[in-house]
């Protein structure tokens, strides 16, 4: 017997396998190529380079994301990561399906595919930790508490502080921290 929730839970999610096949068959009909910026290509490699796709929302390691994954990818590329065409969230489909022919496949037949929120909220701030972290050298001493470089990093960029994003955000921080030897004040 199907249950309600196991399909509310299924139409809302979409796999990495899944996504590259709608990927594919996006680009067969538009006859278009990717246009996922070189630097947000590099910015997802950093993430591997550093370790957070493998954190959980608390900071434990966990079941880890792949950031060379196309799906990754196009979740960094539409909030704007390694480019300035997209500034809000609701650009990639404002500005971007003008621009992109891929992005315009997505969103007039299969923008569900795009709104996985658990990925997009964790492609965040693993581009936020690496950002945040890539100053501090291992080893080093005498470095703000993680909660401090995380509020400053928000605040320099406006970003709305407190809740779930400043808090898994934070974990990050702290586990790199940890396991680079840095000490805080």
Same mark, same amino acid.
């Given at each position: 017997?199907?249950?309600?929730?196991? !399909?509310?839970?299924?139409?809302?999610?979409?796999?990495?396998?899944?996504?590259?096949?709608?990927?594919?068959?996006?680009?067969?009909?538009?006859?278009?190529?990717?246009?996922?910026? #070189?630097?947000?290509?590099?910015?997802?490699?950093?993430?591997?380079? +550093?370790?957070?796709?493998?954190?959980?929302?608390?900071?434990?390691?966990?079941?880890?994301?792949?950031?060379?994954?196309?799906?990754?990818?196009?979740? #960094?590329?539409?909030?704007?990561?390694?480019?300035?065409?997209?500034?809000?969230?609701?650009?990639?489909?404002?500005?971007?399906? $003008? $621009?992109?022919?891929?992005?315009?496949?997505?969103?007039?037949?299969?923008? +569900?595919?795009?709104? +996985?929120?658990?990925?997009?909220?964790?492609?965040?701030?693993?581009?936020?930790?690496?950002?945040?972290?890539?100053?501090?050298?291992?080893?080093? $001493?005498?470095?703000?508490? #993680? +909660?401090? !470089?995380?509020?400053?990093?928000?605040?320099?960029?406006?970003?709305?502080?407190?809740?779930?994003?400043?808090?898994?955000?934070?974990?990050?921080?702290?586990?790199? !921290?940890?396991?680079? $030897?840095?000490?805080?004040?």
């Amino acid at each position: 017997m199907i249950k309600l929730k196991d !399909l509310l839970v299924e139409s809302m999610t979409v796999s990495d396998s899944e996504f590259i096949e709608l990927h594919n068959q996006a680009r067969k009909e538009t006859g278009a190529n990717d246009k996922i910026p #070189a630097k947000t290509k590099q910015m997802c490699k950093e993430v591997e380079k +550093y370790g957070f796709h493998k954190l959980d929302y608390k900071g434990n390691p966990g079941r880890a994301r792949k950031p060379k994954n196309l799906m990754y990818q196009y979740y #960094a590329y539409i909030q704007g990561w390694g480019h300035g065409a997209f500034k809000g969230p609701a650009d990639w489909f404002l500005k971007g399906t $003008k $621009k992109d022919p891929i992005l315009k496949w997505f969103w007039s037949k299969k923008h +569900y595919a795009l709104k +996985y929120d658990y990925l997009l909220y964790h492609v965040t701030t693993d581009l936020q930790a690496v950002q945040i972290v890539s100053n501090i050298r291992p080893g080093s $001493k005498d470095v703000e508490p #993680a +909660y401090y !470089l995380v509020k400053d990093y928000l605040n320099s960029f406006g970003d709305r502080r407190g809740g779930r994003n400043e808090s898994i955000l934070t974990a990050k921080v702290i586990w790199w !921290l940890e396991k680079n $030897k840095v000490q805080t004040r």
